[in-house]
């Protein structure tokens, strides 16, 4: 967990260090959609997993 961390952490800054705030604003992307359909993509793994035994 610890490693996740401080990977997470060193990815953020580098990004942060490289690329800046504007790039962020200028290149943003829906994370509503990308949250819609990571809960589709486990809801329908759920589904299988329940009718299939896994």
Do not use: P, Q, R
């Not at 829906?30 to 990571?38: E, F, P, Q, T, Y």
């Amino acid at each position: 967990m610890l490693i996740a961390m401080v990977s997470g952490g060193f990815v953020a800054v580098t990004g942060y260090l490289w690329l800046g705030l504007k790039f962020l604003s200028k290149s943003w992307f829906n994370l509503d959609l990308v949250w819609a359909l990571s809960l589709v993509v486990v809801g329908v793994f759920g589904i299988y997993s329940a009718y299939y035994g896994h």
